[in-house]
Structure formats: structure tokens, C-alpha cells
């Protein structure tokens, strides 16, 4: 079984930074694709970014150069690095694991960026 569970979100100014993290309680074995996607209000949840076994990254054009996804397998935690925030970064960020066919998700942490 894959839990995750999303810490890091907050309330943060124009231009500044948060650091997420998506810590998998359970096992890590067979996951092949972690990912943080967010759900802006109104809006439908999108893709953020991606990371697979091979450590190959994806990002949506939107934070390409200012967000960066990482993996600790060794700790079985995702990570998402955000610099530069502005307000359309603001939403409830979630993580996702594949394992074998199924996807897992965890409940979401709050983002909102404001002066």
C-alpha cells in the first residue's frame, strides 16, 4: 500500500519561496512515477511536474526555471522546490505516486501567494 501525505504548503509574498514534500508511508516498491499537481480555485487540477525511476523530470510551461522536483528513494519522499512564486501559483498542491497500474494520492497541501 502507497500513503502519502503532502507538508510544506503556507502562506507566502510575491517572488518568495516554498519548499513542499510528500512523504510515502508505505512501501516504495514498484512505484515507477511520482508528481505534485495543484488545483487552482476554480479550476481543474493540472500537472505540475513529474519525476520517473530514471530521474527524468517534466514540468508544466508555466513554472519551468522556477520549480524543481526531486526523490529521495532512500527517505521515500518527493520533494518540489518553488522559487519565484506569484499569485497563479496559488492552490492546493497534491502528489501522486504510480505503482504498477494504480495511482495514488495524497489529500493536499494549501499554496497561497499574496502580498
Known amino acids: 500500500q502507497v500513503t502519502l501525505v503532502e507538508s510544506g504548503g503556507g502562506l507566502v509574498q510575491p517572488g518568495g519561496s516554498l519548499r513542499l514534500s510528500c512523504a510515502n508511508s508505505?512501501?516504495?516498491?514498484?512505484?515507477?512515477?511520482m508528481g505534485w499537481y495543484r488545483r487552482a480555485p476554480g479550476k481543474q487540477r493540472e500537472l505540475v511536474s513529474t519525476?520517473?525511476?530514471?530521474?527524468?523530470?517534466n514540468y508544466a510551461d508555466s513554472v519551468r526555471g522556477r520549480f524543481t522536483i526531486s526523490r529521495d528513494a532512500r527517505r521515500n519522499t518527493l520533494y518540489l522546490q518553488m522559487n519565484s512564486l506569484n499569485p497563479a501559483d496559488t492552490g492546493v498542491y497534491y502528489c501522486?505516486?504510480?505503482?504498477?497500474?494504480?495511482?495514488?494520492w495524497g489529500q493536499g497541501t494549501q499554496v497561497t501567494v499574496s502580498s
Open positions: 501522486k505516486a504510480v505503482r504498477f497500474v494504480t495511482q495514488y
Open positions: 508505505g512501501t516504495g516498491f514498484g512505484i515507477t512515477a
Open positions: 519525476i520517473d525511476n530514471e530521474l527524468h523530470t
